[in-house]
């Protein structure tokens, strides 16, 4: 473990992404966009839907039946977010891979 961190999943301090990047170089470019449409607020907020595509915003243009699943009446009075994301892991052996 290159951080000896007690709680990963927290953003990196300017720090720590030095001592990252001196050691194993530069991450790739980002991979395909994960996205996840969320209903809800803080602490109740949940995922409702994850997809993955190859543009980061057609895939929206026309259209997207999970967002029209989203107009179901259990779901009219809560807040709808959507978050785009890319995951890159670190193996092992200290190479990058990404989730696709």
Known sequence: MLLRRQKPGYSLTAEERSKVISRIGEPPEPSWPLYFLAVGDYPD???V???KTNSKTHRFATGHAAITELH???FCEK???L???SVTILSDEENYVPLE
Request: glycine share 6%.
């Open 72 to 74: 179901r009446p259990q």
């Open 83 to 85: 978050y785009l994301a």
């Open 49 to 51: 839907y994850v997809g």
């Open 45 to 47: 907020e949940r995922i």
């Open 79 to 81: 807040k709808k977010r």
